[in-house]
């Protein structure tokens, strides 16, 4: 029944196990050859049986031809990113977006097309960051051609327990190295004979940007509007960041689903009047609008991804066929994974995904709980109806990701969401009346009051008391078995005639073991942890459940994960300049940014940790106390001599954190510390 309501999910399902799979195994042309032969005999084989198991074979050669392709497609992704040495050369890239400015220089993104090798020029694929000390000018611009000199550095994660997995994150976007240029290695700057679609879409939004600039919006307010409205979030401060993000509202920040969905419904009221027979051109209107409105938000992966599901699902009512809205989602996500495979492991993929999947299968029944007659509480119970829905759909990835779930979420999102949406139209006919002046300006003006509000609410909403859960975390299976139990039930509550109580009850006790099994196997480990932070040191002792912490900094943000994914209790201690010997769990650690032979002889250490930037390390005579390990802190810059004197202290590992990632060893447990 299920396949028949929704037959998309037969296409969808076996293309994305074919992904997932392809993360451990890269199969070569001729695996896919014979693989492809061994379908079409499938295929022939339930031609020829009896109709009794035509269907059983049919579905079995199906989703083995969907798996294929998924597998096939992820595995041409992953090999068009191609390898380079880590030696300088003569690249020839295209610039993908506007250089984004950095506290010391400026990002640029580039998409690799050749390089000069020995005077011949090779093609290569991929892209790279860049980072320059150019001061971004006229010639920069999305499209133009660059031919610089560059040393390709792969890009690595630091190694720190739990951390995201930036490295894949980047690879899944099509960069697996980055690099440092100075202006002299931009060796010239050309513009195309004809530029692509998506660059004049970019170049477009700059100039769009450029009217509220000249309508007097500037500062953190432009950053807002060019973030609601053009989904230009590259103007957004930190600060700015966080206090949406505790406020529970920064998915208005990212232009996606939920402003697809405003310009859906906007153009749909503003042309209410086509009716009857005229209502398929309303409809055909809005598909119109929603592609408009991704190309002048510089046709980003996200808006293009919401006006393409909501395409689907106006087209469903276009067609005037009784189409199942999950079917038109899927069938949006499918054409999104034949253009990229590795979409679905984007976390704002997942999180609209789900949202809207839960809004399409359980918002009208929770809304239907009460019967609200009054137009205004009708409206609130509405809003909150919907926010609930999309809250518990990505409550399990929200905290997966963000180590923190906003308990406000309710009254943020019914009071400042309409605020927010007042400055969308705003902006919008900001920008459709910039040729007069003076409608353009009077507008701007509503629009600059209007985001001073959203952006007060937002501050008084994530300064209330208990404004979220922080440092809340789990592990992937975790995150997977609680999204079903959360759906199962949920299918469970608005169907309780029919179904039974035990597979969401069967999933929440699978959900318990998994977090009951991983507090058992934390509760007896015992590890020595120096963290890979960004310059300063930071040693962690953990004992079980218990971290102890050792840092430069009282702001551990490396640390922060571990703990909230391991469900970790965490004391920090700041270290001075001073040296500190800590005797832990079976392990004497030295702490400290000098080392000489009455140090080494004196305090025996097994291990030692260099921090500083300035270390001292004497030359002369160690003895014959060698420790275990010496763990050059991230901060660390040493001298070729330095380095020279460490080697000769003979210690049984030497390990750098900048360039080996985070020093993790096991240790026995001991719960004293003495230092």
């Known amino acids: 029944m299920l396949n028949k309501e929704i037959p998309f999910i037969r296409i969808v399902a076996p293309i994305c196990c074919g992904i997932v799979v392809g993360l451990w195994v890269s199969p070569g042309t001729t695996f896919f050859i014979v693989a492809a032969l061994i379908t079409a005999v499938v295929f022939l084989v339930g031609r020829y049986f009896r109709k009794s198991i035509y269907n059983p074979v049919f579905g079995l050669a199906s989703c083995l031809a969907f798996f294929l392709i998924g597998l096939f497609l992820y595995t041409k992704q992953k090999e068009d990113i191609h390898e380079l040495p880590e030696e300088e050369r003569i690249y020839v890239g295209i610039l993908e977006d506007y250089p984004l400015e950095k506290p010391r220089s400026h990002q640029l993104e580039l998409r690799l097309r050749h390089v000069l090798v020995d005077g011949e020029t090779l093609p290569v694929k991929g892209k790279v960051l860049v980072y320059n000390d150019t001061v971004a000018n006229e010639k920069f611009i999305p499209g133009n051609i660059l031919i610089f000199r560059l040393t390709p550095l792969k890009i690595t994660n630091r190694g720190n327990p739990c951390e995201f997995d930036y490295k894949f994150y980047m690879e899944n976007q099509g960069y697996r190295y980055y690099g440092f240029s100075s202006s002299e290695d931009i060796i010239d700057i050309q513009s195309p004979e004809k530029r692509k679609f998506r660059y004049l879409a970019l170049i477009f939004r700059e100039k769009l940007l450029n009217i509220y600039r000249h309508n007097g919006i500037e500062g953190e307010k432009l950053a807002i509007i060019a973030a609601i409205t053009l989904g230009e979030k590259g103007l ?153 829905t999309a809250q518990a759909g990505t409550l399990p990835l929200t905290i997966t990701f963000f180590n923190r779930f906003p308990t406000w979420f309710i009254f943020t999102n019914v009071l400042i969401l309409p605020v927010a949406t007042m400055a969308l139209i705003a902006g919008f006919i900001t920008l459709l009346t910039s040729p007069l002046h003076i409608v353009s300006t009077t507008v701007a003006g509503i629009l600059d009051k209007l985001i001073g509000l959203t952006e007060d609410l937002t501050r008084k909403a994530a300064a209330l008391p208990l404004s979220t859960i922080d440092n809340v975390g789990m592990t992937v299976p975790e995150c997977i078995v609680l999204t079903v139990a959360i759906t199962l039930l949920f299918r469970y509550l608005t169907d309780r005639k029919r179904l039974s109580p035990l597979p969401p009850l069967a999933m929440i006790a699978l959900f318990t073991s998994l977090v009951t099994i991983k507090s058992f196997i934390v509760a007896n480990e015992s590890k020595i942890i120096v963290y890979n932070t960004i310059d300063y040191s930071t040693t962690a002792f953990q004992t079980g459940k218990n971290l102890v912490v050792f840092s430069d900094s009282s702001s551990v943000e490396e640390v922060k994960r571990h703990k909230a994914t391991l469900g970790l209790k965490m004391d920090i201690v700041k270290l001075s300049d001073n040296p500190v010997q800590i005797k832990s769990l079976d392990k004497k650690v030295l702490i400290t940014g000098k080392i000489n032979g009455n140090i080494m002889r004196k305090l025996e250490p097994e291990i030692v940790v260099l921090k500083g930037k300035n270390v001292d390390i004497a030359d002369e005579d160690y003895g014959f106390n060698h420790p275990e390990a010496i763990v050059i802190s991230e901060e660390v810059y040493l001298r070729s001599y330095q380095k020279e004197i460490l080697r000769r202290i003979t210690a049984d590992t030497l390990h750098s954190v900048s360039s080996d990632g985070a020093f993790i060893a096991s240790a026995k447990q001991k719960t004293i510390f003495k230092h």
Not at 366 to 378: E, Q, S, T, V, W
Request: overall charge positive.
């Open 236 to 388: 957004l401060e930190p600060v700015q960041k966080e206090i949406f993000s505790k406020a529970g509202i920064m998915h208005i920040m990212a232009v996606s689903g939920l402003h697809a969905g405003i310009v859906a419904l906007l153009v749909s009221w503003l042309f209410f009047f086509l009716r009857g027979k005229l209502k398929p051109i309303r409809e055909v209107i809005s598909i119109v609008s929603l592609w408009v409105f991704a190309f002048i938000t510089g046709l980003s992966p996200s808006v293009m991804r919401s006006a393409l599901m909501f395409s689907f699902l106006i087209a469903g009512r276009l067609i005037k066929r009784p189409v199942n809205p999950i079917n038109s989602l899927l069938a949006s996500a499918f054409v999104l994974m034949i253009a990229s495979p590795s979409v679905i492991f984007s976390a704002s993929f997942q999180l609209s995904y789900m949202a809207v999947f839960y809004i399409i299968s359980f918002e009208k029944h929770l809304a239907g709980i009460f019967d609200i007659k009054n137009p205004l509480p009708a409206y609130l119970w509405r809003s909150a109806s919907t926010t609930i």
